[in-house]
Structures are given as C-alpha cells and as structure tokens.
C-alpha cells in the first residue's frame, strides 16, 4: 500500500512537468528541426543525439512516452524512438554514477558499451517490423481522400503557413495560395500542423474518409 501511494504521488508530481515539456516542444520546436535530427535520414547523428539526450534525462521511463509519441508525429523514426526509450530506461548518467559506485567503473563501462550496442541493433530491427503507420494515431492518409484549400477572405497575409511549408504554400500578394498539392504522407502532415497553426483558420482540410477537421 505504501509503495502503491508513493508511486502514484510520484506519477502526479512528474506527469504535469512532462506534458507541459511536450507541449512546449510540441508548439516551438518545428517539424522541419525533428525531422532533420531525429528523422529517417538523420542516420547516425540522429542515433548518438538520442542516446545522448535520453541519457541526461530525468524521469521515470512511462514520462518518456508521450514525448516519444509527440516526436514520432512530428517526423522522428521508429528507431530512434527505440534509442530513446531504451536509453532512458538503462543508461541514464545518474544510473550509471550509482552502477560505478557499487560495482565499479570497468563492470559499469563494460555492461554501457554492450547495452548501447544491443540498443542501437534492437532500434534498426524494430524498426523493419514496426511501421509508423502501424502505431495508434499515426495511420497515413488515404491521398485520393484529402482535400484541403485556403479561403482568401480569412487570410490575413501573416504567411505562417508558407513559413512553415515553403513546399506547399507561398504568398501572393499578401495572401496565401497552394503552391504544390502534396502526395506525400510527410508533406500532408505539414499541410496538417499549417491548419493548426493558421490563426484565422483560412485552411479548410477536408478528408472524406471520415468527414471534414
Ligand atoms: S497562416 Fe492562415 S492567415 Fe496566415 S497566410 Fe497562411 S492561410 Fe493566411
């Protein structure tokens, strides 16, 4: 009973600092900046940030979740989610402080080096398993369902969204026109986070497979 309520005052305690972290991440960190260090072709730069930022971390691993999640929907891969779950479970620097007091500096160097290896292989074939598409909320669009347009009389010319999505929208005289209908699940996701961020909510996003958002 006492470590049920100690557990679950812990859970309180860190779960509001993590979901204000992973909005903030969420709302100033651009998707272009995850994708570039975290994404597909971020190749092993990508790997080492991971581990190495999931190795300072502080937290218990289930606060690691919903930041895994934010970051796999603004375009990290599956295999650095897996390094950073990973890293943030059984390599983190306190951890191995404390592993080097008690069982010493070559057990604990011996046992990092063989762990990151392990998890560095276990992300690449995770990673050949698990699609993101196969993950919960991040299934691709049907591209033959979509529909999206901006309706000019909201536009207020801020060009957030060509800001944004250099790719898909660009400016014309103060007001913001599709440049490029894109194809592509990763481009429709920049099409998405423009809705977001529209502040006049010009961009009008219709998919038929489940109605207009
Ligand atoms: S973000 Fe919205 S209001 Fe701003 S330029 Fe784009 S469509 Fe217009």
Not at 19 to 36: G, S
Not at 144 to 157: P, S, V
Request: proline fraction near 4%; charged fraction near 20%.
């Amino acid at each position: 009973m006492g470590r049920t309520k100690h557990f679950l005052l812990e859970m309180f305690k860190i779960l509001p600092v993590i979901f204000m972290l992973t909005v903030v991440i969420e709302a100033w960190i651009p998707k272009e900046v995850i994708v570039k260090k975290f994404g597909e072709n971020s190749g092993f730069s990508g790997n080492t940030l991971s581990l190495v930022l999931s190795s300072i971390s502080a937290g218990p691993i289930y606060a690691a979740f919903p930041i895994a999640k934010m970051l796999l929907k603004k375009g990290a891969s599956v295999t650095n989610i897996v390094i950073i779950l990973n890293s943030w479970a059984v390599i983190k620097v306190p951890m191995l402080a404390n592993e080097a007091k008690f069982l010493g500096v070559e057990f604990m160097a011996v046992r990092w080096v063989l762990t990151v290896i392990s998890i560095v292989i276990m992300g690449y074939f995770i990673s050949l398993i698990i699609k993101k598409e196969d993950l919960p909320g991040l299934e691709a669009l049907d591209q033959t369902k979509i529909h999206f347009e901006i309706n000019e009389d909201y536009c207020i010319g801020c060009s957030i969204c060509a800001k944004f999505a250099p790719q898909v929208f660009e400016m014309v005289d103060d007001k913001a026109k599709i440049n490029y209908v894109p194809t592509n699940q990763s481009k429709i996701e920049l099409v998405l986070s423009s809705v977001d961020k529209c502040p006049t909510k010009a961009i009008m996003f219709e998919n038929y497979e489940v109605g207009s958002e």
